[in-house]
């Protein structure tokens, strides 16, 4: 599996986090059988979709 990286665009010192967060979240929705899927602009950022059945009283 590839592993996600963040871009890295003028001063990554202003930017706090490791980065890790969406992997770990690719994992959960793996583990579930959803699907992730985003739309990105380059200098503007990106949005995250992520799609996970749930159980209604139908599924039951």
Do not use: A, P, W
Not at 17 to 32: N, T
């Amino acid at each position: 599996m590839k592993k996600f990286y963040r871009e890295q665009n003028g001063d990554i010192h202003d930017i706090k986090g490791h980065g890790l967060g969406l992997s770990y979240v690719k994992k959960i929705v793996d583990f579930h059988k959803g699907k992730i899927s985003l739309e990105s602009k380059k200098g503007s950022g990106t949005k995250f979709y992520i799609n996970i059945k749930t159980l209604t009283n139908e599924n039951k």
